[in-house]
């Protein structure tokens, strides 16, 4: 279980968020209603996990975020936002957020994050402990949780990992995760198939959907992939693949 900090200027959505997490067994070591409050409680506490609204008063999310981080690089921060504030969920994200959850939010979803961030990054921020300048991984965690998908910033670049598990339907998950990236700039996203072989072609077509949403909002799409056919396909439909 966890110690976790609740940031959020609504005290309707502090209180929620502690009954399912209090609910779940992890324990809330304190809350703040603003950005600039959220950086002075967690240095003095410094909790397991954050979860960050976006709009505050005094400071916003984004703001807070940065600055947490600049002094606490293993910091593990989840953002809660509105489905109309993704641009500054990126910003968020490309400062070292490592999760984020789309307004309403149901106990499913923000235990799912907190679960899923734990697992993938505790480990780190453990040994890490010791020594909070030390640089901090540059992953992001996948915000469906259980697709066969992950997403990676690697300097600047996001790297859209498929795995041998992906079809058709989870084609419109990662389709709306994604959209959230459209609005970054630079804008540059590599579709890694690695070793995966799909045998349902339609899904290469409907990942070339995506690419091309991608390259319509001004961003640089590229693929790699092992299996000839998914290289063939996609490079006839004049995307770098190899």
Do not use: W
């Not at 609204?53 to 703001?63: A, E, H, K, S």
């Not at 500054?88 to 070292?96: D, H, K, L, T, W």
């Amino acid at each position: 279980m966890a110690r976790i900090m609740i940031v959020d200027d609504s005290a309707i959505a502090r209180r929620n968020l502690r009954t399912i997490l209090t609910k779940a067994g992890h324990t809330i070591v304190s809350e703040s209603e603003n950005g600039l409050q959220a950086c002075r409680e967690y240095e003095l506490h410094q909790p397991d996990i954050v979860t960050m609204d976006i709009t505050m008063p005094v400071m916003d999310g984004v703001t807070a975020v940065k600055r947490i981080l600049a002094d606490f690089p293993n910091a593990l921060i989840i953002m809660i936002s509105a489905i109309d504030q993704k641009n500054m969920v990126m910003a968020a994200v490309e400062s070292g957020a490592r999760h984020y959850i789309i307004k309403p939010f149901s106990p499913e979803k923000v235990l799912a994050a907190v679960d899923t961030v734990l697992k993938k990054f505790g480990q780190n921020q453990q040994k890490a402990a010791a020594s909070p300048k030390a640089s901090a991984p540059a992953a992001i965690s996948n915000p469906t949780n259980k697709e066969p998908f992950d997403i990676e910033n690697r300097n600047g670049t996001f790297i859209i990992y498929i795995n041998q598990n992906f079809t058709n339907s989870h084609v419109p998950s990662l389709g709306q995760t994604i959209q959230a990236f459209l609005y970054v700039k630079p804008l540059r996203m590599v579709f890694d198939f690695g070793s995966t072989q799909i045998h349902e072609f339609t899904v290469i077509s409907n990942l070339l959907d995506i690419m091309n949403r991608v390259r319509q909002a001004g961003g640089l799409v590229m693929a790699r992939a092992e299996d000839a056919k998914i290289v063939k396909i996609i490079s006839e439909k004049g995307i770098d693949c190899n």
